[in-house]
């Protein structure tokens, strides 16, 4: 029978267990996908951990909010798909019982869209999350524009880096955040037009001397945290704040700059809108398409070593995304 990943009470990687589940029936409107690989994400170790935003009813509770395959069976009623079809999940917001890390689940058919041409297996559960979040907060909320000074923390992440490209297929101008020298280099390489490393340069300090002494238009924030109120310093009187994380679980101190427009945005809010789903999944087709965003993959796992992705993601050295393959 089909394998998925469970969890029975809150903890450590340990707590997830894999186990034979029957292969469910789409419902009226759903599809079933036979999942090929899934990203593990930092929302999935504080669900297992126990600090989920919502809660989730145990035992028998499941992860994974993105992930790709191929459409296997079709319930009524739904149009436009085929057996075959490959797809990406969309978005999971009943995670806790249809979660991705499972070798099928069921969706509402409004929740795939076709995987990108040209992007293989890898790549495909690399990309959904967090482009669509660097994407939602960049443009859909900040209103970024080419030109644009954008500052992007945690740059090293699966977002950062999303960040990173899509400043540049727009025509902005990325400047990445990292806490280690060692990291300068693959960032520049991803595509940062500088980057400063905190473990040897002051934020605010750097950021003005790389934008002329105005700051910059735009900081995305994955951290928050206490150094929230200082990073806000580093944008330009008028600038824009978008914070789409929270890696520093301290409350985060009120931001110092007065003028400053500050969002707090939750991609799953975005993610069931089929109007901004249709205009990201358009706008990363072409991106991957032209070759401009290339999902960064850090390491890969077989679904048997998903206790061994949880302690990688946990020890917070990932440069990208941790995919694990399922078929």
Do not use: C
């Not at 969706?107 to 297996?121: E, F, I, K, Y």
């Not at 806000?232 to 301290?250: F, H, I, N, Q």
């Not at 993610?271 to 850090?298: H, K, Q, S």
């Amino acid at each position: 029978m089909p394998r998925v990943v469970v969890f029975d009470e809150t903890g450590g990687p340990d707590v997830l267990r894999i186990v034979d589940e029957s292969v469910v029936e789409p419902a009226a409107g759903e599809v079933r996908v036979r999942i090929e690989a899934f990203a593990v994400n930092p929302l999935d170790r504080m669900v297992r951990a126990g600090q989920s935003p919502r809660p989730v009813q145990l035992p028998h509770a499941r992860l994974g909010i993105e992930g790709t395959g191929v459409v296997d069976a079709l319930g009524s009623g739904v149009t436009g798909l085929a057996v075959g079809d490959p797809v990406i999940l969309s978005a999971v917001p009943d995670f806790e019982t249809k979660g991705a890390y499972a070798e099928y689940t069921t969706v509402v058919a409004s929740r795939v869209v076709p995987r990108p041409t040209g992007l293989d297996v890898l790549g495909a559960a690399a990309l959904w999350v967090a482009y669509f979040t660097a994407y939602g907060a960049l443009v859909e909320k900040a209103g970024m524009r080419p030109g644009d000074h954008v500052l992007i923390t945690a740059a090293s992440g699966g977002v950062g880096r999303a960040a990173i490209q899509i400043a540049n297929q727009i025509g902005a101008i990325p400047i990445a955040v990292t806490r280690h020298t060692a990291k300068q280099e693959s960032l520049l390489a991803a595509g940062a037009a500088a980057v400063i490393a905190t473990d040897r340069e002051e934020v605010v300090e750097s950021t003005r001397l790389h934008t002329g002494g105005k700051g910059v238009d735009i900081v995305l924030d994955a951290v928050m945290g206490l150094g929230l109120a200082d990073l806000s310093l580093a944008a330009k009187l008028g600038g824009t704040m978008a914070t789409v994380g929270w890696l520093d679980p301290r409350p985060a101190s009120f931001p110092a700059n007065p003028s400053l427009t500050v969002y707090r945005y939750m991609a799953f809010a975005d993610m069931t809108d089929p109007e901004i789903v249709r205009r990201v999944a358009a706008f990363l087709a072409a991106g991957v398409r032209t070759g401009v965003l290339r999902p960064a993959v850090d390491r890969v796992f077989g679904l048997d070593e998903i206790i061994e992705a949880h302690r990688y993601l946990e020890a917070g050295t990932s440069e990208g995304k941790i995919v694990v393959t399922v078929h």
